[in-house]
């Protein structure tokens, strides 16, 4: 095969560098047409030709990329930056976390598609981000000269959408911190968790391993005697001066669950909402529970009055389907929901939120306690994902967790009804007997879009869940 060499051609036209590289061979010297001619600051132009001498080269300094914040879905076109992982001037590599942005349905954490150094944060903490807009630049690793081989051409638009394969770093918010705290590489650690997820303990190993020191436990308070009372002593009366009050109000704009709660409400200010109230005996269901939360503690769950609420909701529902429906803006349609995915309203730190668990119907108690605490749990941390947060068919708020007897909730749209449940309250009532005794009470309070569903079938479906918690075991007989 005959000897080959690649010559590079470089020349300056006002101030933008053009390459255009040609192939010579030992015999003759054949002028091809360039594949690519590169001119800084312009597009590449691009020539069709089968076959092409590829070769890698960059320049002798890295490359500054703006790393833009991508389409994260749902039509979500502006985010909240709650917590920024990384700092100006850090490393970071493929996968590893870049900060977390909360939306009005849920909180997402944004990971780096490049490796190299953070040169510029383009928002502070509570700054609004903005889909298509720069979040950070990133500082990319300048790239080494490689040899010359023959390769199929390969269009620029195809070229810039290959990716580098890596592997995922797997690790919470809290730990990457721990990370960065600690100017480790999460990729020079092995998880031991799950899929090679590392934890915090991991960290903790790692960082004795390299530096033989120990994070030290948090300081505890010392105690400090009281000291000795003075014998008496004569106490000056001070002479009193009006207080003075320097507060100043502020002015914050409404972000994430609550703008999504203003949306929503608004809607909601459209529907005509009947309303109707019914006091329960939970004697017989709080017997039941305290019967089976051992059971379920046992198998690491958390046993509650919710998932008996759902489940006997769903069963209701069964027979009244229009309950679990939803309408069409102008209320020309009506859609029958197959599924049962009832939402259960939680106060959160970062406001009301309104997860769903999906079909009901076919889940068990025990299937709706273990979805109702991993849903609990999320919400707390504000980690629900989106999927979490949609789909509703139905709602029960136990607004009796706070306190309260009865309340007037909302329907969300495009939902058709909702329930609020009160507190559990012992309350002295007569038997068939005549006799006194001790009863749990609870109170719910309905709303329903009085467009497409009467009170005789709110009354009546109302009734059917009430029988259903006075008396469990008949829950049993239409149980699938």
């Given at each position: 095969?005959?000897?080959?060499?690649?010559l590079?051609?470089?020349?300056?036209?006002?101030?933008?560098?053009?390459?255009?590289?040609?192939?010579?061979a030992c015999?003759?010297?054949?002028?091809?047409?360039?594949?690519c001619?590169?001119?800084?600051?312009?597009?590449?132009f691009k020539?069709?030709h089968?076959?092409?001498?590829?070769?890698?080269?960059?320049?002798?300094?890295?490359?500054?990329?703006?790393?833009?914040?991508?389409?994260?879905?749902?039509?979500?076109?502006?985010?909240?930056?709650?917590?920024?992982y990384?700092?100006?001037?850090?490393?970071?590599?493929?996968?590893?976390?870049i900060?977390?942005?909360?939306?009005?349905?849920?909180?997402v954490?944004?990971?780096?598609?490049y490796?190299?150094?953070?040169?510029?944060?383009?928002?502070?903490l509570?700054d609004?981000?903005?889909?298509g807009k720069p979040?950070?630049?990133?500082?990319?690793?300048?790239?080494?000269?490689?040899?010359?081989?023959?390769?199929?051409?390969?269009?620029?638009?195809e070229?810039?959408?290959?990716?580098?394969?890596?592997?995922?770093?797997?690790a919470?918010?809290?730990?990457?911190r721990?990370?960065?705290e600690?100017?480790?590489?999460l990729?020079?650690?092995?998880?031991?968790g799950k899929?090679?997820?590392?934890?915090?303990?991991?960290?903790?190993?790692?960082l004795?391993?390299?530096?033989g020191?120990?994070?030290?436990?948090s300081?505890k308070?010392?105690?400090?005697?009281?000291?000795?009372?003075?014998k008496e002593?004569?106490i000056?009366?001070p002479?009193?001066?009006?207080?003075?009050f320097?507060g100043?109000?502020?002015?914050?704009?409404?972000?994430?669950f609550q703008?999504?709660?203003?949306?929503?409400?608004?809607?909601?200010?459209?529907i005509?909402h009947?309303?109707?109230?019914?006091?329960?005996?939970?004697?017989?269901l709080?017997?039941?529970?305290?019967?089976?939360?051992?059971?379920a503690?046992?198998?690491?769950?958390?046993?509650?009055?919710?998932?008996?609420?759902?489940?006997?909701?769903?069963?209701?529902?069964?027979?009244?389907?229009?309950?679990?429906?939803?309408?069409?803006?102008?209320?020309?349609?009506?859609?029958?929901?197959?599924?049962?995915?009832i939402?259960v309203?939680?106060?959160?730190?970062?406001?009301?939120?309104?997860?769903?668990?999906k079909?009901?119907?076919i889940?068990?108690?025990?299937?709706?306690?273990?979805?109702?605490?991993?849903?609990?749990?999320?919400?707390?941390?504000?980690?629900?994902?989106?999927?979490?947060?949609?789909g509703g068919t139905?709602?029960?708020?136990?607004?009796?967790?706070?306190?309260g007897?009865?309340a007037?909730?909302?329907?969300?749209?495009?939902?058709?009804?909702?329930?609020?449940?009160?507190?559990?309250?012992?309350?002295?009532r007569?038997?068939?007997?005549?006799e006194?005794?001790?009863?749990?009470?609870?109170n719910?309070s309905?709303?329903?879009?009085?467009?497409?569903?009467?009170?005789?079938?709110?009354?009546?479906f109302?009734?059917?869940?009430?029988?259903?918690?006075?008396?469990?075991?008949?829950?049993?007989?239409d149980?699938?």
């Amino acid at each position: 095969m005959a000897a080959a060499r690649v010559l590079s051609t470089c020349g300056r036209s006002a101030g933008r560098l053009i390459c255009v590289r040609y192939f010579q061979a030992c015999s003759s010297v054949h002028v091809l047409k360039p594949k690519c001619a590169c001119l800084f600051g312009y597009p590449s132009f691009k020539y069709s030709h089968p076959y092409h001498l590829l070769k890698t080269t960059a320049a002798l300094h890295g490359q500054i990329v703006q790393f833009k914040l991508s389409d994260i879905g749902e039509g979500i076109r502006e985010v909240t930056v709650k917590e920024w992982y990384v700092k100006e001037g850090d490393t970071v590599s493929q996968f590893d976390s870049i900060c977390e942005v909360q939306s009005d349905k849920a909180s997402v954490t944004i990971t780096s598609r490049y490796d190299g150094v953070i040169k510029k944060l383009y928002y502070n903490l509570d700054d609004i981000a903005y889909v298509g807009k720069p979040l950070v630049d990133i500082e990319t690793e300048a790239l080494k000269e490689e040899d010359v081989v023959e390769a199929p051409a390969v269009s620029h638009d195809e070229h810039t959408h290959q990716e580098v394969k890596g592997q995922k770093t797997l690790a919470t918010p809290a730990v990457r911190r721990l990370a960065m705290e600690n100017n480790i590489k999460l990729s020079e650690v092995v998880g031991s968790g799950k899929d090679g997820r590392i934890l915090k303990e991991d960290i903790l190993n790692y960082l004795e391993k390299q530096t033989g020191a120990i994070l030290p436990p948090s300081p505890k308070a010392d105690i400090i005697p009281p000291s000795p009372q003075p014998k008496e002593s004569t106490i000056p009366i001070p002479i009193s001066k009006p207080p003075v009050f320097i507060g100043k109000d502020r002015t914050e704009p409404v972000t994430g669950f609550q703008k999504a709660m203003v949306k929503t409400m608004s809607a909601a200010l459209r529907i005509p909402h009947f309303g109707y109230c019914d006091e329960v005996d939970l004697t017989e269901l709080v017997k039941l529970r305290e019967n089976l939360k051992p059971v379920a503690l046992a198998r690491g769950i958390k046993l509650t009055f919710m998932p008996f609420f759902l489940k006997a909701a769903s069963l209701g529902l069964l027979q009244f389907p229009v309950l679990n429906a939803s309408v069409d803006e102008s209320c020309q349609t009506i859609t029958y929901k197959a599924s049962h995915n009832i939402g259960v309203a939680m106060d959160t730190e970062q406001g009301l939120i309104v997860p769903n668990v999906k079909n009901v119907q076919i889940c068990s108690i025990f299937d709706i306690a273990t979805e109702l605490n991993r849903l609990q749990k999320l919400g707390s941390s504000g980690q629900l994902s989106t999927t979490d947060l949609t789909g509703g068919t139905f709602t029960l708020s136990n607004i009796g967790s706070i306190g309260g007897t009865y309340a007037k909730p909302v329907i969300l749209p495009p939902e058709v009804a909702i329930g609020a449940i009160g507190s559990i309250k012992a309350l002295p009532r007569f038997n068939q007997k005549g006799e006194v005794y001790k009863a749990q009470i609870v109170n719910v309070s309905w709303s329903a879009d009085h467009r497409v569903i009467d009170g005789a079938t709110m009354s009546r479906f109302s009734n059917l869940w009430k029988s259903y918690l006075e008396n469990p075991a008949f829950m049993l007989l239409d149980l699938k």
